[in-house]
C-alpha cells in the first residue's frame, strides 16, 4: 500500500534563511504521525507546503502514490487534506457557520449546516454555536470552530498545530478519543505539538525537525521524553527552578466584588469576582475560555475602566476607573493574550514596538523618539531574552511566534513593573522558548513583584503558580494552594455548571469556601 | 398636493444615479479595493451613451454603451491597481481625472442640442390611482432598475455564497487565498460591477436626467457616491436611505431656488452636499457596527503568497 502521503527531499528557502532543508517523510494511512521542533524549525513551512499554501522550491509530493501537481490549498482539500492552522484561517466580521461554509463545497445551505455544526461540536465535546460571529469569540474557541470544519470534510489527511493547548484535561482526552478514531477509519493525522506527553501517548511515529533539516524519526511510545527533547532542543532541556514564594503583607492588587456586564451579547457578565494577589508570588487564573477571561483581562488592564473605583486596587490605591496608561504608572505591565495586533504592532520594527509601552524609559524626549536610545533598548531585549530575530529593525510580524512573545514578554519586564498582568503566556509557543518565558514569570515573581497569569493550559499554571483561581461563568473561585489541589479538582471547578447543590457537589463546596 | 409629488418624484429620480453608482462601489469596497475613479467612469459612461444617441442607435444600446464605457474605464483602475499593485488611492484619482478628460474630448462634437430623454413609462391601471400613481408609478424604467438593483444586491451580498466569500475577501485576503478562493480575479469582477454601474449612473444623467451634453455633468455626482459608502458604513440600505437624502436635498433647494428664499443660491445649492454628510456623520457613529461591516483590508494591495 502507497502512503497516504510522501515528501521526497522538500526544500525551501526564504530570503536570508532555508526553512526547510531536503526534508522527506512518509505517513500511511491511518497513522498519527508527529512533526516535533521548536518554533523556526520548519514545522509551519512544511505544513504549509504539504496543505499547497506555499510551493516547495524543489523535492515532491505524493498523495497515495501519485504526484500532486500544481498543488494550491484547492487541490488539498479536494484530495481530502485539511489543515487547522496555527494562526486560524477565519474571518472575524461573519458567523461560524458561513466561516465553516466557506470551506466546505456542498451547496450553501447554512441551516443544515449549523446543524451539522452543532450535533459534530457536541459529538467531540467542543460545543460551538454556529450563530455567533468569530470576532466575539476567544482564541480557544476559534480552535474549535477550526477543528469542527476540518471534521465536516471527513478528510483523508488532518493536519494539527497545538491543538490542545486550550482545552481541558477532560477535552484532550475526548479530543484524543476522537482523533484515535479518526485513525482507526483511516484518516492520516500528522500532530504538531509541544507537548511531548501528549504526543507519545496519542503518536505512532515523530518526525523532529531542528534549523529546518530532520534530525531523528522516532517512536514517541517506545522513546523517552528527555530523548525526543534532545533531538528538537539539540541539548538538554532546561529545569525550572521554582523557588518558595515569600508573598508581601499586603496585596499588590486586589479585586474586592467586581461585578461587570458583558462586553456583548456574547461575552460574559462578571460577578462578584473577589482576589487578591501579592508582591513575591504567581497567581493563575485557569478556565476554559469564553467564561469571562476576556472581560476580566479588560477590566484589569484597564482597557476597559469601571464606575466604582475602589473595586481594583493596585499599591492601595483605587484603580478600577483609571485607564491603561494611569494603571501602567502605578507600575502594572501587561502581556495581552494576541501578540500580532494587540501585543505588538506587526509590520511595525521591534524598536517602535518597544517605544509603545517602554516611551516612560528615557525612550522619548522632549515629545521626540530618541532612535539611538529606542534601539538600544529593544536590542538590550533581544539579547537578555534570546530572542532570535535580525537585529531591532526587523518588523514584528517576522518573527516567529515563539520570539516574538519572549520580545513582548521581556520589553515589558524590562520596565521592572510591581504588577505583571499576563495572558496566554505560551500561547503557540515552542517547548524551548515556553520554559523560558515560565522561568522568566518565576525570577519576576521571585524578585517581588506580583504576577497574574491568565492561561488555558493547566500544565503550564501547574508548573509555575502558588495559588490558583478558576473562572467559570463569570465567577472566580476562591484560591487554591498549588500544592494541595489536582488537576481533577480544577477541571471540575472549569466545567463546574451552576445546577444549584446537584451533581458537581465538589465544585460547589469548594466555590462556597 | 402637487408640489409635493413633485418633491418627492424629483427626489426619486435625482437619487437614481446616486444608487448606481454607491451601490456599485459598495460591491467594490466589500471586496476590499478602494475605487477613487467613479466620478472620471461615470464621466465615459455619461459621454458614451450621449454618442450613441447622437450617432442614431436606439435608448437601450447607447445605455448598455454608457455602461460599458464604464466597465472598460473600471478595467484600467483594475489592472493597475490588482495586477500591478499600484497604490489604490491614486490609481482611483488617475481614473477620476482620465474620465473626465476623455468625456471632455468626445463631447466637443457633440453640440449642445438636447437630445430626446428616456421615455418615462405609465405603469397600466396602477398609475391611474389618485397621488400614488403618480407618486410611485410614472418613472422611467431605469429607476426601476436601480430600486431592484439595491434589492440583487443586498441579496447577494447577505444571502449567497458568493456575497459571504466577497465580503471575507474583503476582510482577509490571505485567509481567503489559503483556503482556496481566487482573491485576484473576484476582486477584478468586483470592480468592473462597480463600473458597470457608475457607468449605468453616468448614462442616466445624460440621457434621462438632463438629456444634454455638458462638460463634467456629474458635477461632483460621483464623489458624493463615494461619501454615501464610507458614511452609509457600507450597508447597502443605508447607501439607499442616503442617496434618497440627497436627491431630496437637492430637489428642496431647487425650489427654495424657484421659490426665491433670500439666501444665496450657491449655499442652497451646497446643501445636498451638507445634509447628506452630516446625517451619515451622525449615523455611522456606532463603532462596533462600524468595525462589523467595514472591509479591513480595503484599499491594502495584496499579492498572493508563493
Redesign the interface.
Known sequence: MPPRLELRNITKSYPGIIANDDISMSIMPGEIHAVLGENGAGKSTLMKIIYG???ADSGEIFCDGKPIAAH???TS?ALGIEMV?QHF??????TVV?NI???VSSS?DLDTLARQITELSNRYGMPIDPYR?V?DLSVGERQRVEIVRCLLQAPKLLILDEPTSVLTPQAVVKLFETLRQLAAEGCSIVYISHKLDEVQELCDTATVLRNGKVTGTARPKESTSAQLARLMVGAELPEMHVSPSVPSDKPVIEVRGLTAPAR?KYGVELKNVSFEVRGGEIVGLAGVSGNGQAELISLLSGERTHANALSIQIGGKAAAHLNASERRKLGMAFVPEERLGRGAVPPHALWQNAVLTAHRSGLVRNGLVDRKQANSFAAKIIERFKVKANGPQSSAQSLSGGNLQKFIVGREIALEPKLFLVAQPTWGVDVGAAAFIRQTLVDLSRSGAAVLVISEELDELFEICDRLLVICQGQVSPPLIRTKTNREEIGLLMTRVDRGNGTNGRGEVAIQD | MDLFIAIFTGTIIAATPLIFAALGELVVEKSGVLNLGIEGMMLMGAAFAFWAIVAGLPMPVAILAGALAGAAASLLFGVLALTFLTNQYAAGLALAIFGSGVSAFLGRNFGSAPIDALKKIYIPYLSDIPVIGPMLFRFDPMVYFAIIMFFVISWFLYRTKGGLVLRTIGESPETAHAIGYPVIRIRYLAVLFGGLMAGLAGAYLSVAYTPLWVENMTAGKGWISLALVVFATWRPLRVLLGAWLFGGMTILQLQGQALGIAVPSELLSALPYLATIVVLVIISQNRQMLALHFPASLAKPFRPAT
Not at chain 1, 89 to 94: H, I, K, Q, R, T
Open positions: 499554501a506555499a510551493q494550491t490549498p484547492a482539500r492552522y484561517a477565519l474571518f472575524e466580521s461573519v458561513e461554509a466557506l470551506a450553501f460571529r470576532h456583548d
